[in-house]
């Protein structure tokens, strides 16, 4: 697998944030999101076999993974390392773009999958076969504009999203205001979850390996 950084730190983002977790990041992703925070992960990286993998996790003193991106799916060694880690007992999540089927998805792996919103240019970029996965998934939309947010409510209405799944609505981070969406969510009587990206209020938010 291309990997590009495997690193300790604290989960930011989803209903797992705070938990000190083990990040890998895959290189390589095939969207361009306006938003993106991880373009260095687009090209940069080096080649790791699974059991590579799994012997830098061990070092770690963690028991919760995030396999991240880029996008982890466009490399079909994702779903064994998923599959091995959930077997050696750790407690696993996947972050996608959302565009790429998680059916072959281990089951035990909680599944954090982006719905692309206007504001990131990858509109439409969304494999609706993903509102299937019933168990262990949650569903984030980033948020940069008004117009986002009211898609993004249309969005999970017509799919009847918030009855199934944890809705996620992240502000653009230095685009939206936080408090301008917390209020909106308020108002609007939303079902979502604002989360916002934990990390980037710790650290600075241009910091890498956090
Ligand atoms: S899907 Fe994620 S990694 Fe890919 S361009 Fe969009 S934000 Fe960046």
Redesign the pocket.
């Known amino acids: 697998m291309k990997i590009n950084e495997i690193f300790y730190s604290i989960q930011g983002e989803s209903t797992l944030v705070g938990l000190p977790t083990i990040f890998v990041r895959t290189s390589g992703?095939?969207?361009?999101?306006h938003?993106?925070?991880?373009?260095y992960?687009?090209y940069e990286g080096r080649q790791m076999t699974v059991d590579e993998i799994l012997r830098a996790i061990v070092a770690f003193p963690c028991r919760q993974v995030c396999l991240t991106?880029?996008?982890p799916l466009l490399q079909k060694e994702s779903l064994l390392l998923l599959s091995r880690l959930c077997n050696e007992n750790y407690r696993v999540s996947l972050e996608t773009?959302g565009?790429i089927s998680c059916r072959q998805v281990d089951c035990r792996v909680r599944c954090i999958i982006?719905i692309?919103t206007p504001s990131?240019g990858?509109l439409g970029r969304f494999n609706i076969e993903n509102l299937n996965r019933y168990e262990n998934s949650e569903f984030k939309f980033v948020i940069g504009t008004e117009e986002d947010f009211y898609w993004s409510e249309q969005f999970v209405k017509q799919f009847c999203i918030a009855e199934k799944f944890t809705v996620l609505y992240s502000p653009s981070f230095e685009i939206m205001d936080p408090r301008w969406l917390a209020e909106k969510i308020l108002k609007e009587k939303s079902p979502a979850r604002l989360q916002l990206q934990l990390h980037k209020y710790i650290w600075s938010p241009s910091t890498r390996g956090v």
């Open positions: 992703c095939h969207l361009r999101c938003y993106c925070d991880t373009k992960a687009y991106g880029g996008e773009s565009d982006d692309k990131s990858e």
